[in-house]
């Protein structure tokens, strides 16, 4: 049974930092292409970062680019989306998610796992 936990999440104020953590089980993140997402209230689910099979394929939406950095510890079986920067328009619930897939893809629909969410607020 896989089961992806997110943690990490909370309350920070503008030009903050918080690091999300996705603990993995029941798969392997080396044999997955790893993603984060996001939803905000009244918004479609969004492709935030991605990290292929090999750790140095990572990948990033325009609107974190610089911002924040996706990294993998295989020994923990955890991805991490270290978000630096923080902006009010990242306020969502931040999903990590698992695809099959070799190729580095960024729609939500395409992913067959996911996790329960972890809520990140950023106050102005």
């Known amino acids: 049974q896989v089961q992806l936990v997110e943690s990490g999440g909370g309350l920070v104020q503008a030009g903050g930092s918080l690091r999300l953590s996705c603990a993995a089980s029941?798969?392997?993140?080396?044999?997955?292409?790893m993603g984060w997402f996001r939803q905000a209230p009244g918004k479609d689910r969004e492709f935030v970062s991605t990290?292929?099979?090999?750790?140095?394929?990572?990948y990033y939406a325009d609107s974190v680019k610089g911002r924040f950095t996706i990294s993998r510890d295989n020994a923990k079986n955890t991805v991490y989306l270290q978000m630096n920067s923080l902006k009010p328009e990242d306020t969502a619930v931040y999903y990590c998610?698992?695809?099959?897939?070799?190729?580095?893809?960024?729609?939500?629909?395409?992913?067959?796992?996911w996790g329960q969410g972890t809520q990140v607020t950023v106050s102005s």
């Open positions: 029941g798969l392997t993140v080396t044999s997955y292409t």
């Open positions: 998610a698992a695809d099959l897939a070799v190729v580095i893809r960024t729609r939500p629909a395409l992913y067959d796992y």
């Open positions: 990290i292929g099979r090999s750790a140095s394929n990572a």
